[in-house]
């Protein structure tokens, strides 16, 4: 089945505990995404991967760390949270090029204490 | 840069009710548009797409038609049901090939 498997789905964590929420797909995307969901301001792209070792900037990636090692892995890492990083993060893959749609992890739901 | 609006919400109707949500795409470039719905406790999921202009994709019994000349994509339903409960994000895509996301609609059914 293809799929986007985010880990975990549920993380309380206390402010400057290092933390990486993994995120792996078997469609073998070279395209793929970080968000962040929060009340009143919808989905904001964190980092995005064009492809193994090409990441970049998206609109919120302050705090935030991403690599991108093999194709179908794409970690996100917190070095060293904040509570203003609670929130709900996706996972999001798509094949190349703008017409294709995006899949999508089942999220994780994070909270800094 | 990129962007997309769409009516904030949430929206609320009865049963069987007719369902517009309305969006809004920056004109740059030829995007593609999409309609994703995310469930309760889920991720999102594509609903529906269209790749170019006067195209209508439809799925599910909702509906939306790429109007290149007003830049809008509405979503559109004739009749809705409880379970179509959920919030749902217009979306077009974008120079680094993921799409731009809207904020969202909450949509609640009441019976």
């Known amino acids: 089945e293809a799929q986007v498997t985010q880990n975990p789905r549920y993380l309380i964590t206390v402010t400057g505990k290092k933390l990486t929420v993994t995120c792996s797909q078997n469609?073998?995307?070279?395209?793929m995404s970080w968000y962040r969901q929060d009340p009143g301001l919808g989905l904001r792209q964190i980092y995005y991967?064009?492809?193994?070792?090409?990441?970049d900037k998206g609109d919120v990636p302050e705090g935030y760390k991403v690599s991108r090692k093999e194709k179908r892995n794409f970690p996100l890492i917190l070095e060293s949270p904040s509570p203003n990083q609670t929130s709900l993060y996706f996972c999001?893959?798509?094949?190349?090029?703008?017409?294709?749609?995006?899949?999508f992890g089942q999220g994780t739901r994070l909270t800094v204490v | 840069g990129d962007s997309v609006t769409q009516m904030e919400g949430p929206v609320t109707l009865s049963e069987e009710a007719f369902l517009t949500i309305n969006c809004t795409y920056t004109a740059t470039g030829y995007p593609s548009l999409f309609w994703y719905v995310q469930y309760p406790g889920e991720g999102l999921q594509l609903l529906l797409k269209?790749?170019?202009?006067?195209d209508k994709g439809s799925n599910k019994g909702f509906e939306a038609t790429y109007r290149k000349e007003t830049t809008s994509f509405h979503l559109e339903k004739g009749s809705v049901q409880v379970s179509d409960s959920a919030v749902y994000f217009c979306?077009?895509?974008?120079?680094?090939?993921?799409?731009?996301f809207g904020r969202g609609t909450s949509l609640i059914v009441h019976p």
């Open positions: 999001a893959s798509s094949f190349k090029g703008g017409d294709t749609e995006a899949f």
């Open positions: 991967s064009m492809n193994v070792e090409v990441t």
């Open positions: 979306a077009r895509s974008g120079g680094s090939y993921i799409p731009t």
């Open positions: 269209a790749t170019k202009a006067d």
């Open positions: 469609m073998n995307h070279e395209y």
